[in-house]
């Protein structure tokens, strides 16, 4: 900072300093949001190569009512869900954020299992 004080005038030491750090931080978003597509490509890869082994368990629910169970703690959310052939699916957890931002519970969803790759 003194070093940069002795050749910009201080008004222009806010405004490049401002300018590095989003810089910096825009690099970061880049490179978090590559990372995050490639695990999401291996992760389809394996599917895809269990799909092919036959690993794969896929199965569709129909729903018909669902009920949210407020979270408790850290626990995640909770739902109470009736198919459309009477019986009734309880799901709960942290993994259901992501599904409930896209707007879950949804009519119709799979459930796809890859039980060999984990």
């Known amino acids: 900072m003194l ?4 050749w910009l005038p201080p008004a222009a030491i806010l405004p490049i300093a401002t300018g590095a750090g989003v ?3 825009a690099g970061v978003y880049v490179s978090v949001q590559r990372r995050e ?15 092919a082994r036959g690993y794969v368990n896929c199965t569709t629910f129909t729903i018909t009512d ?4 407020e979270e408790q ?11 459309d052939d009477g019986r009734a699916l309880f799901l709960s957890g942290q993994y259901l954020y992501r599904p409930v931002e ?4 949804w009519a ?4 796809v299992r890859v039980p060999v790759g984990g």
Not at 3 to 6: D, E, F, M, T
């Open 3 to 6: 070093l940069a004080s002795r």
């Open 23 to 25: 810089l910096a931080a």
């Open 37 to 51: 597509r490639r695990r999401l490509q291996e992760l389809d890869d394996l599917v895809s190569r269990e799909l």
């Open 66 to 69: 669902a009920v949210a169970v």
């Open 73 to 83: 703690e850290d626990e995640g959310v909770s739902y109470h869900l009736l198919l």
């Open 102 to 105: 896209a707007g879950f519970p």
């Open 108 to 111: 119709v969803f799979e459930v």
